[in-house]
């Protein structure tokens, strides 16, 4: 191996190729077919290749991850053709390269020489928040992200500065000597990656330097939770909604690529989609997403956000159908829109929130979009509208409201003229007719004026719109206030106030959107504590405004906090069990206990009609419970049948719920049969009532 130049000489070469291969893109373009491509290419890739400007070797003691041993550019990875990936997770341009690479690695297989390494840095550049350094968040983002390739966590950004990258994501090619012969910047580059990599693969082995040796690859699992129907995996949005008298949830399981709806203890009443990423309509059991994140309700429709589908999909729980609303399924890179329905093409939409327009004494309802992918805001007109300025859209169109397509923190009067940075969190305020939404990587909380378009600053990062680097987390009024890139936003209409997901800082804050002063409410920074968070992407305030739904993305769980209290319990997620009469093997009981609290205990005896069944003693015979009410707590969540349901009960009042299933095995002479029992047990805290119940009930099954 001849010795390397210099790391300025290096540096210099990187930025002048950046400039070139902009050039070679120019002219890619006017060549007259794939003969003349592939010349221009191969002239380019020999003027920069032979001359020893090599780069110098990933530093020593960098974590790495999808290996079982960290990778030399001189070692396992000579004599191979190199793509370094230099991205942050937080980046919305990184995540659209990702699929690109994913087919380059599908077309050129590490036998035919070719591994995607993805160098993953740090700081003032790459990494801009402090909170990605953490080599645990780093590899949770490569596990939601489904990232296969190597990864190594560059802290100290010592191969960024080698190279003198200036920005991200940047796409690096290297030969088998460690000689760097493309640069290409940001996203769009599907068809320059592949042709560039066969040119230069077919060269190198005229050359006798590519070498077909295996690396030792090794997926990163150990994060990701014990896989089960019931367990939630990067759970990232939630909404609540009044349904037949009852609140319910929305849950965007993101990991799960479904949607779950639940009624506020966790039981579910409807799974669309899942387990594995697709983007089919249809009935609930056979629709598909690709990592579903916002979701809002009307009436009975659920509309979600379908992020890596590039679409907006609708779930009517009336028809039990899924459809497509917007979105091609496909990225696309329009900032104007103005199509209708699926002819108009989307990139990346994050959040959703439902806005009731009102004009000439009608009131249509208007969804917004968050569009992290263009850094706007779009609105789909779910009727025929008037909208600013007295435009007129037809019903089904989905267009640009708000924001340049530039990333910036510009505020302005004008909605088109103001510079949004990967809005990804959105709420709509009805009686103010305003919408507040997290600018992600701004680090602020903005809102949108839905009767002008003005857009203005609520708080967090600083006046300069091109600083998108003022982060941190203190408590304060509007500019003081630094936040790290809040994901999640609500309204509490009964405090007049907007609670965040402040994501990266893990705390859930409170903003007084008349003063701008905002104040940290929940969470200390320290993930997998009781009372902490890791990543909060998402939050819902409860119809009676005295509880808080938190998406604790990186814990994989619903957190319920009592704004009252204190108090903080998880979402049991229970698919089965429901309070719903429609089914014959659900069983409703009533029962009292005192308002000052207790005991409740209770024992189930299953009797069958059909006197040919009887309880199969050799097989498991068990329940499990789940309770309404934050504060009630089980003394176990499950048990064997003969052992009794035992709950304690604190001081209150009112109606609450205990749901439990039992999961038996019956059996005739011949045949065994297994049966799930749902009972709905309704008890009553009454003053004159006992503080210690103990009841044994019969379960008559026909």
């Known amino acids: 191996m001849c010795q390397n130049k210099s790391n300025a000489n290096v540096r210099d070469i990187v930025q002048e190729l950046t400039q070139t291969c902009m050039e070679v893109r120019c002219n890619l373009e006017l060549c007259d077919g794939k003969q003349e491509r592939e010349a221009l290419i191969l002239k380019h890739i020999k003027t920069y290749t032979g ?28 004599n191979k053709l190199i793509v370094l990936d230099f991205f942050t997770y937080c980046c919305i341009n990184c995540m659209h390269v990702l ?59 010592s191969m960024w500065q080698d190279l003198g990258i ?33 040119v230069a693969l077919t060269y190198f082995k005229s050359l006798y330097q590519i070498s077909n ?81 916002g979701v809002c309700v009307l009436d009975a429709v659920i509309y979600v956000a379908d992020n890596e589908n590039h679409a907006i999909r609708k779930i009517d729980l009336v028809e039990k159908i899924v459809s497509t609303v917007a979105g091609t399924g496909f990225q696309g890179h329009d900032y104007v829109g103005g199509k209708t329905g699926r002819d108009q093409a989307l990139s990346s939409p994050w959040d959703v929130s439902i806005y009731r ?24 007109f779910l009727e025929d509208s008037i909208w600013w300025k007295n435009r007129e859209y037809k019903a089904s169109t989905c267009a640009a409201i708000v924001g340049s397509g530039r990333e910036e923190n510009r505020n302005n009067t004008y909605p088109h003229a103001a510079g949004l940075a990967q809005p990804s969190g959105l709420i709509v305020v009805q009686e103010d007719k305003m919408v507040f939404f997290a600018d992600s990587e701004s680090s602020t909380i903005r809102s949108v004026d839905l009767n002008n378009g003005r857009v203005s600053a609520v708080c967090g990062a600083n006046r300069n719109p091109a600083d998108l680097h003022d982060f941190g987390d203190s408590d304060g009024v509007q500019y003081g206030v630094k936040l790290q890139h809040p994901l999640g936003i609500t309204w509490h209409s009964k405090e007049n106030v907007v609670y965040i997901a402040d994501t990266y800082n893990h705390k859930i804050k409170r903003i007084d959107v008349s003063t701008g002063c905002c104040k940290t409410m ?62 014959e093997n659900v069983y409703f009981f009533e029962t009292k206990i005192s308002e000052g609290g207790g005991e409740l205990n209770i024992t189930f005896d299953v009797i069958f009609l059909d006197d040919r069944l009887k309880l199969n003693k050799d097989a498991p015979q068990r329940w499990s419970v789940n309770v309404s009410a934050v ?72």
């Open 357 to 380: 327009h009102e004009y000439a004494d009608k009131s249509v309802p208007v969804l917004l979009i968050a569009m992290a992918g263009t850094h706007q805001i779009w609105a789909l």
């Open 51 to 78: 001359k020893g400007f090599r780069i110098i070797d990933f530093q020593a003691g960098l974590e790495w991850f999808n290996v079982a041993e960290g990778l030399s550019v001189y070692g396992h990875l000579a």
């Open 631 to 702: 504060k009630w707590v089980a003394k176990v969540r499950t048990g064997d049948l003969d052992s009794p349901v035992s709950i304690n009960v604190p001081e209150g009042s009112g109606i609450h719920e205990v749901y439990v299933t039992l999961d038996i095995v019956a059996c005739k002479t011949t045949e065994c049969l297994p049966k799930k029992l749902s009972i709905v047990y309704r008890v009553h805290q009454e003053s004159q009532a006992l503080g210690i119940v103990t009841e044994r009930r019969q379960v008559v099954v026909k």
């Open 213 to 293: 040796s295996n690396l030792p690859l090794q997926l990163a699992k150990h994060l990701l939770p014990s896989r089960g129907n019931e367990t939630l995996l990067f759970p990232s949005k939630i909404k609540s909604f009044c349904n037949e008298r009852r609140e319910c949830l929305v849950i965007s399981d993101t990991g799960n690529n479904r949607i779950l709806v639940t009624d506020v203890t966790g039981n579910v009443e409807y799974v669309i989609g899942g387990p594995e990423p697709g983007f089919c309509n249809g009935n609930l059991e056979n629709a598909k997403f690709n990592a579903p994140q």
């Open 166 to 198: 200036s920005c991200w994501p940047t796409l690096v090619m290297i030969g088998p000597t460690g000689e760097p012969f493309a640069v290409f910047i940001g996203e769009g580059h599907k068809d320059e990656l592949p042709a560039y990599a066969s």
């Open 522 to 583: 929940y969470g200390d920074g320290k993930p997998n504590e009781l009372f902490s968070f890791d990543e909060p992407s998402g939050i819902v305030v409860s119809s009676n405004g005295d509880l808080l739904y938190v998406a604790d993305t990186n814990n994989h769980v619903v957190k319920v906090i009592d704004t009252k209290n204190n108090d903080i319990a998880v979402l049991p997620i229970n698919i089965g069990v429901s309070g719903k009469a429609d089914s």
């Open 99 to 157: 699929p690109d690479l994913d087919l380059l690695e599908k077309q050129f297989s590490i036998t035919d020489g070719l591994v995607v390494v993805s160098s993953y840095e740090v700081g003032v550049h790459s990494a801009k928040f402090s909170n990605e350094r953490n080599s645990k968040r780093l590899l949770a983002a490569i596990q939601r992200y489904n990232i296969t390739h190597p990864v190594v966590n560059d802290t100290s950004l």
